[in-house]
């Protein structure tokens, strides 16, 4: 509409006098904020902003391709696409304590982008390189700096800006949706022109999979997983609750598939199965500090259920997770 039309032209002008002739780069991570920081710059300022988009490993199913697909193809923006899951996954072995791999991963993230960052600089002698590190930084994420309420938000938020990365790299920053709240950003996506069904994800953590992955991450349970979760949540998109006409993918929070590193027996035509267990976990929340484990019909649980037992080898049990929040959390790690 006309006032949002306003506001970007608005923010638009504001990056362009901040930036002036000087080069930003941004860390893409294919959820919601980064992508809206991405599409706002890129409007404002085009072939002087660089996406990097750091693959660690722990993505959902095609995630990669749909970021690049987006914002390379459809956006014609300049992205760097870096896979470095062998060296997270190397990283992480052997490493089991929940804590320990958010470190790990947080650091590892920050390595890997101030090296890309610095070959950009390297790859064009003479340019000054970027003057400017573009985060997705939205207004709940100023508040709650000002005053981190629990461990838990202190490690969040460490992982959000990447722990004083633009410092580390002697960067400004630009943070174009400082003062917006997730509504107003996701309004400001969509009137950007990203689609629908990127703007209203459910959150996704930093660390990814490596905190669904319950104990050590391994590539083989990090392919079982991913593989499980892309039919859970392609039954959420697809069945629609008909009271309200929405699908159980919006009258949900969050949703995901956790991998147990436990066996369990089964059966399989006439052979005995020994394989893994995975637990569906499904929320409603208005702010994620509580939350209700979601009432999903039975019928879909049956469904996913069943696709997931005879669509991913190596998987013969699924549980679905009756906790809510307190004193269970939301993600299992
Ligand atoms: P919990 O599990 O604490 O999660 O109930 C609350 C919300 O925070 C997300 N979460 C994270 N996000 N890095 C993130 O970027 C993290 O380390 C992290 N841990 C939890 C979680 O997905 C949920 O939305």
Redesign the pocket.
Known sequence: DWIMQNHIEEAVQNIRAQVGDEEVILGLSG?VDSSVAAALIHRAIGEQLTCVFVDHGLLRLHEGDMVMEMFAGKLHAKVVRVDASELFLRELAGVSDPEQK?KI??RLFVDVFKAEAEKLKAARPGSKGAQWLAQGTIYPDVIESGGAKSK?AV??KS??NVGGLPEQLGLKLLEPLRDLFKDEVRELGVALGLPHDMVYR??????GLG?RILGEVKKEYAELLRRADAIFIEELRSTIEPHSGKSWYDLT??A?AVFLPVKSVGVMGDARTYDWVVALRAVQ?SD??T?DWAELPYALLKKVSSRIINEVRGINRVTYDVSS?PP??????
């Open positions: 959820g958010r991963i947080g838990k490690t969040i992982h959000h459910h959150p996704f953590p930093g660390p905190v929070s969050q995901f929340t994620f500090m939350a929040k269970a959390t939301i993600e299992w790690e």
